[in-house]
């Protein structure tokens, strides 16, 4: 206790002396490296936040506005590929990880549990950072051995986003105007096979090609729905399972029944969507900005009959819930001064306060106010997607390698829905394959 004691007060003596200016010595500086893509030439000096639009200008503009607003502190950004493990391992690895990193809740037990990332409760304490202010998805995406070891960013999933035009032509729509999505198993194969009568294009849109997440995104969300535990254990999963076999069985139906597009890859699904292909992508809450853009702008496919966006049925009954991520900034573990230590504090805290600013991407909120409040609501379809905040459900804390077992619960699936694979087969291949890469860590 002494240690944390000693830790606030010097952080909070740094913060102090960094805000006031009191210190003509050179800005405290701070390496951050992140993903989101690169936009300098739209955004790099922009720092009108309200000005910029899409992950990587709303990201850039914040970070801009951040260095401008704290001349004593000055922030170094890296950009890398998506996601950026291989490279940041690599600096782990040699010795120089950065300040601050972007790093998804589902990938932090992997460095956390190799003590690679400060927990960081007390700098988000002393910085007036509230973990009861956060989304129940927030804190449980955060959260490692009861410790937050990132700040939550957001919250993401994927969702049902629709062409209305299409489905009025299907004859799916309510008298009040919003979709009409199926509650059941057998009411989606009736559905989406009166969507091809009536339209004589494919309900869904897919992004399967080279895009293993779609696969095992949709797999967790319904387990989940099931109320299957598959990660009881979070070293070994189960998919040997009556309830696995049910969603496989209905992606590898909705496939063969020609409900669904074959072969884009994700590019070409949005490509293919945007211009009228299909009734419904399943994509994520990183496009909703996007989409709404389309809708409003007059020839375009979705300017026709608008645009609406869901999270995902109830199909299978059981748990309202969702797979859910999200972003976080993480901190690696490395000699800082307390000057650092408070200018980190410092950013998180300005992260949190633009936490609405970073909502308008799409994505979800991680904090109370914001989602409950009348600007976020006013935003464009927030209404039919702020539930996610509340029943987004990530694998359990301790569960490691999780974008290593997305590849290989796509690989095995993808055999499966398209007929290459028993169902049960590929199952127990993907148990077997996830078991051992858990076992060796």
Known sequence: MAFRRTLRCGIAAAALLISTGASLAAPVELSLQRFFGACDADFGSNTDVSKSVGECGIMTSLINKFNADNPGIHISVTTVEWPGYDQLTAQFASGDPPDIVTIHESALSDYQSKNLLMPLDDLMASAGIDKADFTDAAVKGATKDGKFY????D??????????????QAGLVNADGTPILPKSVDELYAQAEQFRQKTGKPYFVVATANEVATYMRNLYTYLFQQ?????ADPTHIKLKTPEAHKVVEMYKTIYEKNWSTHDLDYAASITAFLAGQGGVHLNGTWVVGDYNTSAKTPGTALNKGGYAVYPYPQLFGGAKAQFADGHTWAVPVKDRTPEQLAAIGKFMKFFMD????????GHLPVLKSIITSDKF???PHRDTIASVAEIGRPLPPDVQRQFALQDIIGEEIGAAVTGHKDIDAALGDAESRINELLGNL
């Open 227 to 231: 109320n299957s535990d598959f990660f």
């Open 377 to 379: 609501k006013a935003l």
């Open 150 to 153: 990132g700040l939550p960013i």
């Open 155 to 168: 919250s993401w999933t994927m969702l049902y986003h629709i062409n209305m035009d299409l489905f009025k």
């Open 354 to 361: 633009n936490d609405f600013e970073w909502s308008r991407t």
